[in-house]
């Protein structure tokens, strides 16, 4: 599956300009020389960016020496797009490059860049999904890795360290949305150890939590279980209230692969209780994604799993009103939990609608897919009403049917960590 997105992405660049214009738009430029390059296909903002691209181009001699030929494409594609969005300016190109060559070089401006391109790729994953952002953190986070292995200053390795835990857990999360637990946990791992490394108990409450996470998805119990336990622990010692109920939503996780559905419900109304108690967000929150919407959508999955209709209905439905559907896949996403609910409460014509609803942005990524193809395979007994026979119309315009399986074997190409 991953090998058949990164085809994707490598072949049809324009493609995710596409979806990003009028913002961008596409740019090919011819490249000879040395390294023979047929040509290095960059995005290129609209307005006048060509001496933004020429300057890029200058600086990947260097990425090549130090990160190879490939990575070196994908990163300077991938760059430009997100650094682009942000309107850094040549310059500051050219101090990337000028680390790369030396990191004894790599200053706190450099840092923050890496933070800064990190942070576009976050806000970007919900509307273009992780498939398309893999990549790109991945050549971010190996380049990161490359100026920490080459000497960067000492007074520098644990904001490195933090910006390193960050990326490697938003790698993880990629892997586990696109299919991939088992791989995501090994990312979580190194996130952890990292955010040790860097003194920062929210990053490490997070990556535990995130561990606990993809141990749901792989169904393994007692590593879910002790996972949350740390991440709880860990949050404890921190004054971040999205990380504090990310841990409690891990708990609740845990708690329901358990089978404990009391424990499970109480873990996720601690979770609402520090987002409603705390006075605010914390700034740069590495859950900044987690909000009560978020919160209840889960919990009408785990009750749904749990057996209990009614209760995952009304939790979806409470997510849906706080859900800001701008945020196509959150919001698509408790669609589709909210439809699961309405089969299990054999509203049949209802769930149909609302899964017809989430179908345009149901291939964002697999494991959304994965929840929509489960919802689909629950409406089978009623595929001849009319309801059932509409939605499986616009699943086959979407290209939704007939469901389609990863190839067996297939894995990610993995970043050293």
Not at 103 to 108: C, G, M, W, Y
Request: hydrophobic share 45%.
């Amino acid at each position: 599956m991953v090998d058949e997105v990164r085809d994707t992405m490598e072949d049809d660049e324009a493609g995710l300009a596409a979806e990003l214009a009028p913002v961008i738009s596409p740019t090919v430029l011819p490249r000879t020389g040395d390294d023979a390059w047929p040509q290095i296909t960059l995005i290129a903002l609209t307005g006048g960016c060509e001496k933004l691209a020429e300057e890029l181009m200058a600086v990947v001699p260097r990425l090549v020496h130090a990160l190879g030929r490939r990575d070196s494409m994908q990163l300077s594609g991938s760059v430009l797009v997100i650094a682009g969005l942000l309107d850094l300016n040549s310059d500051e190109y050219s101090r990337m490059a000028h680390a790369v060559n030396s990191s004894s070089l790599v200053d706190a401006q450099v840092v923050q860049n890496l933070a800064t391109m990190l942070d576009h790729a976050q806000r970007l994953e919900d509307t273009l999904g992780p498939c398309r952002l893999f990549e790109t953190v991945v050549a971010q986070h190996r380049l990161l890795h490359q100026l920490l292995a080459g000497g960067c200053p000492e007074q520098l390795r644990k904001p490195m360290n933090l910006v390193d835990s960050d990326m490697a857990a938003s790698i993880g999360s990629y892997l586990v949305d696109m299919g991939y637990p088992e791989e995501g946990r090994g990312y979580f791992k190194h996130a952890r150890k990292a955010a040790h490394d860097a003194d920062s108990p929210a990053l490490a409450a997070y990556a535990a939590a995130n561990i606990s996470f993809a141990a749901f998805q792989l169904g393994d119990t007692p590593v879910a279980l002790d996972n949350a336990a740390a991440a709880q622990s860990l949050a404890e010692r921190t004054d971040d209230p999205q990380v504090k109920a990310f841990a409690e939503r891990a708990t609740a996780d845990a708690y329901a692969l358990d089978g404990d559905h009391g424990l499970s419900m109480a873990a996720s109304d601690r979770a609402h209780d520090f987002l409603t108690t705390a006075p605010g967000n914390a700034p740069e929150s590495p859950a900044y994604w987690v909000h009560h919407g978020s919160i209840d959508s889960k919990r009408s999955r785990l009750l749904s799993q749990l057996g209990k209709p009614q209760e995952a209905l009304e939790a979806a439905s409470t997510a849906l009103a706080q859900f800001d559907p701008a945020y196509v896949g959150g919001y698509a996403l408790c669609q589709v939990r909210f439809a699961h609910a309405l089969v299990l409460a054999n509203n049949i014509t209802e769930a149909a609608r609302v899964l017809g609803e989430a179908a345009p942005q149901a291939h964002l990524y697999p494991r959304l897919t994965a929840e929509f193809h489960t919802v689909r395979a629950l409406l089978q007994p009623w595929a001849q009403t009319q309801a059932v026979t509409t939605l499986d119309d616009q699943l086959q315009a979407y290209g939704l049917l007939p469901t389609t399986t990863s190839t067996p074997g297939a894995s990610p190409e993995k970043d050293p960590l």
